[in-house]
């Protein structure tokens, strides 16, 4: 069929599709100043077209003078474009290049944020290994020590929680492994572990109730009798506790000499 016989508006779309066929592929070598390389790589990263954004941004950290405010903007975008292609490993050593080079620049802040999420997002499940849980966490904390007052500031805290709740899931779990494999020895040394290491977390509760279980199946009375009685200072009110410890002894009254 001749294209002189579509409709009107078909035609166009068509022309459309052959302009865009036939334009040409993204080339650094087009842009002859870092101001017009700078403004395709926005085009492709707006465009999301994130390889050809992250392909600009690398040759302008690269290019760009160590005092020009671009720098630390290509810096970000780069780690950002790499963080939308799910490449999170890039992304975060990306966001702590800005950091590290630019510690004084408004996106510092958020750039330390960026990067502890993303390690964040490489830690998929508490069970798993904790090395990204454990490097966001110190990420977390130290934008917390190096930006205190930033507005930021709150959402790595919850990403501090947020962190040491999964870490005190792992070790609660594996003392939950333990006690189904029967070794109760074992067991106790990771639930004392939450309870110390993340004494401020739903699974410190957690691991005290389940102590009291192990000591009693071992015949630790004492043992199991003054975590009870942490327990019941701690939670007075849960139900969980009562059910396991008991309401508290009466309190003894001193006879009268």
Same mark, same amino acid.
């Given at each position: 069929?001749?294209?002189?016989?579509?409709?009107?508006?078909?035609?166009?779309?068509?022309?459309?599709?052959?302009?865009?066929?036939?334009?040409?592929?993204?080339?650094?070598?087009?842009?002859?100043?870092?101001?017009?390389?700078?403004?395709?790589?926005?085009?492709?990263?707006?465009?999301?077209?994130?390889?050809?954004?992250?392909?600009?941004?690398?040759?302008?950290?690269?290019?760009?003078?160590?005092?020009?405010?671009?720098?630390?903007?290509?810096?970000?975008?780069?780690?950002?474009?790499?963080?939308?292609?799910?490449?999170?490993?890039?992304?975060?050593?990306?966001?702590?290049?800005?950091?590290?080079?630019?510690?004084?620049?408004?996106?510092?802040?958020?750039?330390?944020?960026?990067?502890?999420?993303?390690?964040?997002?490489?830690?998929?499940?508490?069970?798993?290994?904790?090395?990204?849980?454990?490097?966001?966490?110190?990420?977390?904390? !130290?934008?917390?020590?190096?930006?205190?007052?930033?507005?930021?500031?709150?959402?790595?805290?919850?990403?501090?929680?947020?962190?040491?709740?999964?870490?005190?899931?792992?070790?609660?779990?594996?003392?939950?492994?333990?006690?189904?494999?029967?070794?109760?020895? !074992?067991?106790?040394?990771?639930?004392?572990?939450?309870?110390?290491?993340?004494?401020?977390?739903?699974?410190?509760?957690?691991?005290?109730?389940?102590?009291?279980?192990?000591?009693?199946?071992?015949?630790?009375?004492?043992?199991?009798?003054?975590?009870?009685?942490?327990?019941?200072?701690?939670?007075?009110?849960?139900?969980?506790?009562?059910?396991?410890?008991?309401?508290?002894?009466?309190?003894?009254?001193?006879?009268?000499?």
């Amino acid at each position: 069929m001749l294209l002189s016989r579509w409709p009107y508006r078909i035609r166009g779309i068509v022309a459309l599709l052959a302009l865009g066929a036939c334009s040409p592929a993204f080339k650094l070598s087009k842009f002859t100043t870092n101001d017009a390389l700078y403004a395709a790589a926005m085009r492709e990263f707006n465009a999301r077209h994130w390889d050809n954004a992250i392909q600009a941004f690398e040759r302008l950290t690269l290019d760009l003078p160590a005092r020009d405010t671009l720098l630390p903007r290509s810096y970000w975008y780069l780690a950002t474009a790499h963080a939308r292609k799910d490449e999170h490993l890039l992304a975060a050593q990306g966001y702590a290049r800005l950091n590290q080079t630019f510690p004084d620049d408004s996106l510092a802040d958020d750039a330390m944020l960026a990067e502890g999420n993303e390690y964040a997002k490489m830690w998929r499940k508490p069970e798993l290994d904790s090395q990204y849980g454990l490097t966001a966490l110190a990420t977390y904390r !130290s934008m917390l020590e190096l930006y205190p007052d930033s507005p930021l500031a709150p959402t790595a805290k919850q990403g501090v929680d947020r962190m040491l709740e999964w870490l005190a899931t792992k070790d609660y779990e594996t003392g939950l492994h333990y006690v189904r494999r029967k070794a109760p020895d !074992s067991a106790i040394l990771y639930f004392k572990d939450v309870i110390k290491n993340y004494p401020e977390t739903a699974r410190a509760r957690d691991a005290y109730l389940r102590l009291v279980e192990v000591y009693r199946s071992i015949n630790y009375r004492d043992d199991a009798r003054d975590a009870c009685t942490t327990l019941r200072q701690k939670f007075p009110s849960d139900r969980e506790v009562l059910s396991v410890c008991g309401p508290p002894p009466p309190a003894t009254v001193a006879r009268p000499t």
